[in-house]
């Protein structure tokens, strides 16, 4: 049995309520352990959340598992990925579904990269037909489906009214598949989020558009990565959106898509006025595109969100966005992640941090700005009070623009997601972080993995969590630190209640014993964490003014 197996087995039959998930990736189960590790789920009441994923686990195994679905009516969410889930197994899933009570709490479905195909398919069709309690069902990666297999889900879709999410990303869905797809959906009115990915013909995106413009459709996310779509057929799509009033997101990364689609997209934007998240990644958007995007920015007063992240925009493209986004109060979630923006854009960024009072998430990781840029945002980020999550991974980050960004944070009392993760961080640069932590109470995550974090570097981490009350979150991993720099994280652990998490991987420290120590203070503090709030919620129920 693995080590990581004896103790998650016991802890399950302690039946502690702050157990109530298991995450188990590439680890070997043969049917001794697998069976030790269900008997003790089966003597736990509170879980409610089983991943495994590689696991190499056999059919008997896999049935037991599905019947876990019986026994624990609080078990919503089940992940069985990359584990050859056969069609037999299918349909004793499909069977074990069917027996449930529709009144069981829904349930989130995800079977990821298995072995079974049109058979299995149809057996959860059945499932589907029959209204079983499933919320979600994730088949992601399962090509052996194919198009018929597929058909016979969208079939069972037009006597659901259970499933609200479905995942058929990589699953070979072709014309009649996608066709059967768009005919359910504007007689189901439960299904809001359909993800697909697969190579599509100009029948399948016509078949889409069509649903699309039909008063009946009440679907909300709509996610099209990787599927072909071409300026001709994205300016269709964009047509049929225009008078959509149900579609809230629109995923259309990796697709190729040049300026010309960005024309389309833009027109379809400032007519549409129901899409809050756009999704336009790893395209072939260049400066000319933003200047379509900022129009929309500038007059558009619903969208939320959005992504042009792995394009060529570049710091002449940004200009326009970022007059738009001065004047904008929608926009939540800007990510402009690898982009070609250099020194010029960042000042530019540095403006949006005090003229913009919207955005909270800001991602601009793989973009190359140099320390002075680092330091003119950092001034600027001092008085910001909207961005709570930033991001500056592989920025050409060094000592001097990573301390600019902890004094700035020692006056910001809003960001609580920093990450500057492959960024050249040195020992000095830890200890600016050191003399953050002492004095920040916002900061809850923050990830510094493969920035050459050293010994020295893990003694003023250690010294800044030894003092912190409020971070819960810390990646430092891939880094070149010892055992020596992780005994001193270690120690300070000992008086820090507030870490949950550490990821300290790919570093030359392999110590079981210090890892199991680690482990432990963080479980520790785990129960600390759900004890505090049970001790509130003890006291809120007998606060008279609550009551």
């Known amino acids: 049995m693995s080590e990581r197996l004896e103790k998650i087995i016991p ?63 609080k078990l919503t969410h089940l992940e069985i990925i990359d584990n050859d889930v056969d069609d037999e197994s299918i349909e004793h899933l499909s069977n074990v579904l069917i027996s449930l009570p529709p009144n069981r709490d829904s349930i989130m479905l995800i079977l990821r990269k298995n072995s079974f195909d049109i058979r299995g398919a149809r057996a959860l069709a059945r499932a589907i037909e029959k209204n079983a309690p499933v919320v979600w069902l994730d088949l992601r990666g399962n090509d052996h489906i194919g198009d018929a297999g597929v058909k016979a889900i969208a079939f069972a879709l037009t006597k659901n009214r259970t499933l609200s999410g479905l995942d058929l990303i990589n699953c070979k869905c072709g014309e009649e598949g996608a066709a059967e797809l768009s005919d359910a959906l504007l007689n189901n009115t439960t299904l809001t989020t359909l993800l697909l990915q ?67 997209i833009s027109r379809m934007i400032l007519e549409n006025r129901s899409i809050t998240k756009l999704h336009l990644g790893a395209n072939k958007f260049t400066r000319s595109a933003s200047s379509y995007f900022s ?31 001065s ?40 973009n190359k700005f140099g320390d002075p840029s680092i330091a003119l945002m950092a001034s600027k980020l001092k008085m910001n009070k909207s961005i709570k999550v930033l991001e500056l991974m592989d920025v050409d980050m060094t000592k001097k623009g990573f301390t600019a960004i902890c004094h700035a944070l020692k006056e910001n009392k809003t960001l609580q997601k920093l990450t500057v ?23 809850n995550s923050i990830s510094m ?51 949950l998490k550490i990821d300290y991987n790919n570093n030359t420290n392999n110590d079981q014993n210090l890892g199991d120590k680690i482990a432990d203070y963080l479980e520790r503090n785990n129960y600390y964490q759900h004890n505090e709030l049970m001790k509130d919620l003890a006291m809120l129920a007998t606060d008279e003014s609550f009551l």
């Not at 078949?207 to 599927?227: H, I, K, P, V």
């Not at 619903?302 to 326009?320: C, F, H, K, M």
């Open 11 to 73: 802890m399950l039959r302690r039946n502690d309520p702050i157990i109530n998930s298991i995450n188990l990736v590439n680890v070997r189960m043969d049917d001794i352990i697998a069976d030790k590790l269900i008997d003790a789920l089966n003597a736990n009441s509170f879980i409610a959340k089983i991943s495994l994923q590689k696991n190499q686990i056999s059919k008997r195994i896999c049935m037991r598992i599905f019947d876990l679905l019986k026994a624990h009516p």
């Open 198 to 264: 697969d190579r599509f013909e100009a029948k399948v995106i016509y078949s889409l558009g069509s649903m699309l413009s039909d008063a009946n459709c009440r679907l909300q996310a709509l996610y099209l990565w990787s599927c072909n779509i071409t300026t001709d057929l994205l300016q269709k799509l964009c047509e049929s959106l225009k008078n959509n009033r149900c579609l809230t997101t629109l995923a259309l990364s990796y697709n190729k898509l040049n300026d010309d689609a960005a024309y389309y």
């Open 295 to 325: 129009i929309c920015l500038n007059k558009n007063t619903t969208l939320q969100y959005l992504d042009i992240s792995r394009n060529v925009i570049a710091s002449e493209g940004l200009w326009p966005l970022s007059v738009a986004l």
């Open 327 to 366: 004047g904008n109060k929608e926009l939540k979630f800007l990510d402009l992640r690898h982009n070609s923006i250099d020194f010029r854009g960042a000042a530019m960024f540095s403006d949006l941090f005090e003229q913009n009072e919207s955005i909270m998430t800001l991602r601009l990781s793989g």
């Open 421 to 443: 993760s492959q960024n050249n961080l040195n020992s000095e640069a830890m200890k600016s972080l050191c003399e953050l932590l002492k004095v920040n109470t916002t900061l």
């Open 449 to 499: 993995s493969g920035c050459g974090i050293d010994d020295q570097g893990c003694a003023y981490i250690a010294e800044g969590i030894g003092s912190n009350a409020s971070l819960s979150y810390l990646d430092i991993s891939m880094n070149n630190f010892t055992v020596n720099g992780m005994n001193k994280i270690l120690n300070a652990l000992l008086g820090n209640f507030s870490l």
